[in-house]
């Protein structure tokens, strides 16, 4: 199992930028792929960003050339970097994991940390 915390949530104005952070813990190498997620009330969870072990990533078209995901091994943890906000990105954005565990890919979710953006 791989445990997941998210933070760096919070209030930023149209045309600001966030980061917000994906620390993991537990299996670990087993990791496939991370990412995040995003949830705004009343929507259903898209995916915003992946990225591999390999480090390879895939962008939603609407992050494309605004948010920049990646991770940092050494430490453990996973990040978004999200430029250019706009208030349509307001949402709670949850990390996950997909682990390779006796065969089966298993996927691992945060608890969400929720992003505001004020227009």
């Known amino acids: 199992q791989v445990l997941l915390m998210e933070s760096g949530g919070g209030l930023v104005q149209a045309g600001g930028s966030l980061r917000v952070s994906c620390m993991l813990s537990?299996?670990?190498?087993?990791?496939?792929?991370m990412g995040w997620y995003c949830q705004a009330p009343g929507k259903q969870r898209e995916l915003v960003a992946s990225?591999?072990?390999?480090?390879?990533?895939t962008y939603a078209d609407s992050v494309k050339g605004r948010f920049t995901i990646s991770k940092v091994n050494a430490k453990n943890t996973l990040y978004l970097e999200m430029n250019s906000l706009k208030a349509e990105d307001t949402a709670t954005y949850y990390c996950?994991?997909?682990?390779?565990?006796?065969?089966?890919?298993?996927?691992?979710w945060g608890q969400g940390t929720q992003v505001t953006v004020s227009s």
């Open positions: 996950y994991a997909d682990s390779l565990l006796r065969g089966l890919v298993r996927r691992d």
């Open positions: 537990g299996s670990i190498a087993s990791i496939l792929s």
């Open positions: 990225i591999t072990s390999g480090g390879l990533t």
